[in-house]
């Protein structure tokens, strides 16, 4: 089976993942700033940081599968469980925003990253079994400093959130900036990969 289907798929769920969570937002009432500021609040920085991420992996994603010459079952099965952690993120930012960075949502809110996270090396190494050691995607990737790197921050995050400052704001405040801190590390496309689609082409 070629890549295309499943591909055109990922797309469209990450597609719907975004419109839900826009949907999200509140409209003003009034027509000044402070009525937005009021009504949206923290809400419009928490749609950035999410649509972000969905871009991160939108990105990777359909990097990592330009090095992907088949889809076997194992690689359709991990590509839904990466979708089913991301579909998650409309409502686990909404609780988030609804709660004011609580303590609780923002823990959930971690641990649906860190899921997310761990599904995407999940299928990444589907996708190296099925091709072998030696594959295209195993040699680009390498190390995958990025890849050790971003768990780490995200259960560093979530433990702040946790265990720091329960009956105040540090701990968030904490977990928030690993988050985001995530996300910067990433917004710059993966050149690794970028580099072995251009020295071995894509299969299609």
């Not at 055109?8 to 500021?37: C, Q, Y």
């Not at 680009?140 to 890849?147: P, S, V, Y």
Request: aromatic share 10%; proline share 3%.
């Amino acid at each position: 089976m070629k890549t295309s289907r499943l591909e055109a798929f990922s797309d469209g769920v990450l597609a719907i993942i975004i419109t839900i969570m826009v949907l999200e937002l509140k409209v003003p009432e009034g027509n000044t700033f402070a009525d937005l500021r009021h009504a949206t609040g923290k809400g419009l920085l928490s749609y950035l940081l999410s649509f972000v991420y969905v871009g991160i992996y939108w990105n990777n994603h359909h990097h990592m599968f330009q090095l992907a010459r088949r889809v076997t079952g194992g690689i359709l099965w991990a590509n839904l469980g990466l979708l089913f952690c991301l579909s998650l993120l409309p409502f686990t930012t909404a609780w988030t925003d609804e709660t004011d960075y609580a303590r609780s949502p923002v823990v959930l809110l971690g641990v649906n990253l860190l899921a997310a996270a761990c599904a995407y090396v999940g299928l990444q190494q589907v996708i190296i079994r099925a091709h072998g050691a030696d594959s295209e995607l195993r040699r680009a990737i390498g190390w995958d400093a990025k890849g050790k790197l971003s768990p780490m921050l995200y259960l560093t995050g979530i433990l702040s959130a946790w265990f720091v400052d329960t009956h105040g704001r540090i701990g968030v405040i904490i977990a928030s900036a690993c988050y985001t801190a995530v996300a910067l590390v990433w917004i710059v496309p993966d050149r690794r990969i970028g580099r072995a689609v251009s020295e071995f082409g894509s299969p299609d």
